[in-house]
């Protein structure tokens, strides 16, 4: 099917050619003709039985579309041609009652089939009817006609003028989301079965709705226009699902495009729905625990380096004694190595503060570095031995490590040619910049670990006179898991329900418990940053208490977390207005 726009004599005219059989193939053209001008307004689809429409169900089942042109333009011709006879044209004109049939004009594009022009188009629709807003109508509208037959509808816009787009594919639209391992077909007591394509969409992408179909042909935008107290309450209704619905014995509303009949079929049709609601709702309900879960992970590291300062800047405060490795144990306070490596996290956490900022990618890089691969001229040593020292390769150049972690460093010294030479001394290590250790562990010093801070390291080779030296960049980075930031004090919190508890949140038996059940976290989960002030506001808490233990301090502490959440509410709506 080939879709023009184009223009004739100065007025705008709408070309619409389907080499298929052509209108009513089984009766000789001019009586056909007659038929159609004849009966505006009618269906002869809807004089079939229910198996030959199923076999033959197309759009133009509504006996609308000649009603339509008017809305279009001024005259309607159409123009048909069968194998065995010379094609006749139909001229039908807005708001008079007659019709005009002769032999056509012209060539038709086709041997057989139908030519349908809509003449001397408004300018208001002629606007509205832009050849990429057509295509995307067509491609919802008709996605199950076009999906079914693997029909090739194309739009060719010849108004459309330099160099914009001329010619547009109408490709089916593709719903957006995972699609839900449900059957194909949904049986539908004594009736044909309804066909099942429904997606769980991205939240926060608009309320969306799946659409109901009858035999490819879109009738309603949203399934709960059906029965809106049926489906209330349901996934249908939760604006996470999309997709359609199509079933094709419902019966659309007289004259229209969009409604149907309330019959038998849809209280058959509604009542096999029914079936799907609870295992909807329960993929809706892990949907939505799957997303807590990664909020909770989102907001446990951010927390994390959040209080990575109070190390730094507030050592008076004690934080939480914990074993690195276990998120639930809080046995002992991390010793100097730890405080050394919080310390010299500065930089790094100020960069983490900002999730929106992304760094670029590093290179890979190995736990061991493996020995760099030397120039195929050393297969020739023996001819030609290595030159005087030149320079250090240290590897990798470019490498990272978790707090508290620790990373193999190498060192080979080199020539001119880069080659590797032997260093009279053991290679030198030492810290440009930045805080942490490096130690040498290898006899000839071309190995050593790096523990802690963020530097840049060196290495010193001598050969005789020559000295080179070699860098490299170490970054820390808080990865690692629980185990290390538990070993820097911070804790993880335990999310559990006590809807009976009036508690916020509580160190109890070595762990830190957050009571999601409060109606304090119900409030704070409105968003994420309003949830990460809550939590950061009930670790705050637990650092006072921990470090100023006393019964005194308990109630006024809970009391100001309780006051901050009310104020960042009312500053976020105040921002709104703003």
């Known amino acids: 099917m080939r879709i023009e726009r184009r223009r004739e004599r100065g007025a705008g005219v709408i070309a619409v050619v389907d080499d298929g059989a052509g209108v009513i193939p089984e009766l000789p053209r001019e009586q056909a003709m007659t038929y159609i001008a004849t009966h505006v307004g009618h269906s002869r689809k809807r004089c079939l039985t229910p198996e030959q429409r199923r076999e033959l169900m197309v759009q133009g089942q509504y006996g609308i579309g000649l009603l339509g042109f008017w809305c279009l333009g001024r005259q309607l011709v159409m123009r048909s041609a069968a194998a065995a006879e010379p094609p006749l044209e139909l001229h039908l004109f807005a708001e008079e009652p007659k019709y005009e049939i002769h032999r056509a004009r012209g060539r ?294 978790e707090v508290l972690g620790e990373r193999r460093l190498r060192a080979v010294p080199r020539d001119a040619d880069g080659r590797r030479v032997q260093a009279d001394a053991p290679i030198a290590w030492r810290l440009v910049a930045g805080d942490g250790a490096i130690e040498p562990h290898s006899a000839d010093g071309g190995h050593a670990t790096f523990r802690a801070g963020e530097v840049i390291v060196e290495a010193t080779a001598r050969q005789g006179a020559q000295v080179a030296t070699g860098e490299a960049r170490v970054r820390v980075v808080l990865e690692g898991g629980a185990a290390v930031a538990d070993a820097l004090g911070i804790p993880s919190p335990e999310f559990v329900e006590d809807r009976a508890g009036e508690w916020r949140s509580r160190l109890r038996e070595g762990r830190w418990e957050v009571n999601r059940a409060h109606p304090d976290f119900q409030e704070a989960q409105a968003n994420e940053r309003r949830q990460l002030r809550y939590l950061s506001s009930l670790l705050a808490k637990e650092v006072v208490l921990n470090s100023y233990p006393g019964p005194q301090f308990a109630r006024p502490l809970e009391q100001l977390v309780r006051l901050s959440l009310i104020v960042d509410g009312s500053l976020e709506r105040q921002g709104g207005r703003g």
């Not at 077909?185 to 044909?192: D, F, I, K, Y």
């Not at 489906?231 to 199509?246: E, K, M, Y």
């Not at 030609?384 to 990272?400: I, Q, S």
Request: proline content about 9%; overall charge neutral.
């Open 108 to 401: 038709l594009p086709m041997a057989k089939g139908t030519e349908v022009l809509v003449r001397d188009v408004k300018p208001a629709v002629q606007h509205v009817l832009g050849a990429r807003r057509l295509g995307d109508y067509l491609a919802a509208e008709l996605r199950g006609q076009i999906l079914e037959r693997g029909a090739n509808v194309v739009i060719h816009d010849r108004i459309a003028r330099g160099l914009a787009q001329k010619v547009f594919r109408v490709k089916p639209v593709q719903y957006e989301g995972q699609r839900l391992l449900l059957p194909a077909e949904l049986p539908v007591a004594g009736r044909r079965p309804a066909r099942l394509e429904l997606y769980l969409a991205p939240e926060g992408e608009g309320h969306r709705r799946v659409v109901l179909a009858a035999a490819g042909t879109t009738v309603l935008d949203d399934v709960v226009e059906c029965d809106p107290d049926w489906f209330a309450g349901t996934a249908f209704a939760s604006g996470r699902l999309t997709g359609v619905i199509d079933f094709p014995e419902l019966e659309v509303s007289p004259g229209s495009r969009r409604g149907i009949v309330r019959t038998g079929a849809v209280d058959d049709l509604l009542l096999a729905l029914s079936d799907l609601f609870p295992a909807l709702q329960q993929r809706l309900g892990e949907e939505q625990r799957r997303k807590d879960e990664e909020a909770e992970k989102r907001q446990i590291k951010r927390l994390r380096r959040a209080f990575l300062e109070v190390r730094r800047k507030a050592p008076e405060f004690q934080l939480f004694p914990v074993r690195a490795g276990s998120g639930a144990s809080m046995v002992r306070e991390p010793g100097p190595a730890a405080r050394a490596g919080g310390e010299a996290l500065e930089a790094d956490t100020a960069r983490a503060a900002a999730p929106e900022v992304q760094e670029p990618q590093e290179p890979q890089e190995l736990s061991e570095p493996s020995e760099p691969s030397e120039p195929a001229a050393a297969a020739q040593a023996e001819l030609f031995p290595p030159g005087p020292l030149a320079a250090v390769e240290v590897a990798p150049r470019l490498t990272r490590v």
